[in-house]
């Protein structure tokens, strides 16, 4: 079983900065497999990027994401109030399965 | 647009099965583009996949549940549904339906519409 380990936990940061977000796998992950998702308390998560650093529809272009391999990073270029939330990794195993990271927290600074 | 609502009893008893089901609005569960998910969140947790299901009906399990879950659909009522059996306290979590790998979006190995989830308590 491929575990994501994403880092840090929680990153306290002000709106107009700059978040970078790190998910790490135990196993290679291919690059269509790897997603990233937000939560916000009391809602479903929200489908923010899928193959590695495809924007879902109607996500803001201040989301980006790239990576590879083992290593792969969420961006936020100028965090808006409304961006202050949770945030998964995900990936997908063609056996098939899903697994999550346990979440980082963008908490306001 | 498509949308998913989670419903079924907030509080099931150790030992008993849990059965939540998923309606799906605004699009078919017949439709061959798309699997149906369940997805949990433990208190204050992250998120544990269950499983999934195709429009034919074949189902795929994480390994660590697969011996008590039943995923199925009800195409009458375009509903898919959720049993886990033998359950205890750990069961205790937040239930999402969701849909995903939509066959009209190259490399989406996601899930892209979430229901608002559903509170399971176990508990006597």
């Known amino acids: 079983e491929s575990v994501l380990t994403q880092s840090p936990g929680a990153l306290s940061l002000s709106p107009g900065e700059r978040a970078t977000l790190s998910c790490r796998a135990s196993h290679t992950v291919g690059s269509s497999y790897l997603a990233w998702y937000q939560q916000k308390p009391g809602q479903a998560p929200r489908l923010l990027i899928y193959?590695?650093?495809k924007r879902a529809p109607g996500i803001p272009e201040r989301f980006s994401a790239s990576g590879s391999g083992t290593d792969f990073t969420l961006t936020i270029s100028r965090l808006e109030p409304e961006d202050f939330a949770m945030y998964y990794c995900q990936q997908y195993d063609p056996s098939p399965r899903y697994t999550f990271g346990q979440g980082t927290k963008v908490e306001i600074k | 647009q498509v949308q998913l609502q989670e419903s079924g009893p907030g509080l099931v008893k150790p030992s008993q099965t849990l059965s939540l089901t998923c309606t799906v609005s605004g699009g078919s569960i017949r439709s061959d583009d798309y699997y149906w998910s369940w997805i949990r969140q433990h208190p204050g947790k992250g998120l544990e996949w269950i499983g999934y299901i195709y429009h034919t009906g074949s189902t795929y399990y994480n390994p660590s549940l697969k011996s008590r879950v039943t995923i199925s659909l009800d195409m009458s009522s375009n509903q898919l549904s959720l049993k886990l059996s033998s359950v205890t306290a750990a069961d205790t979590a937040v239930y999402y339906c969701?849909?995903?790998?939509?066959?009209?979006?190259?490399?989406?190995?996601?899930?892209?519409?979430w229901g608002q989830g559903t509170t399971v308590i176990v508990s006597s």
């Open positions: 193959a590695t650093s």
């Open positions: 969701a849909r995903g790998e939509p066959m009209d979006i190259a490399d989406l190995y996601a899930m892209d519409v």
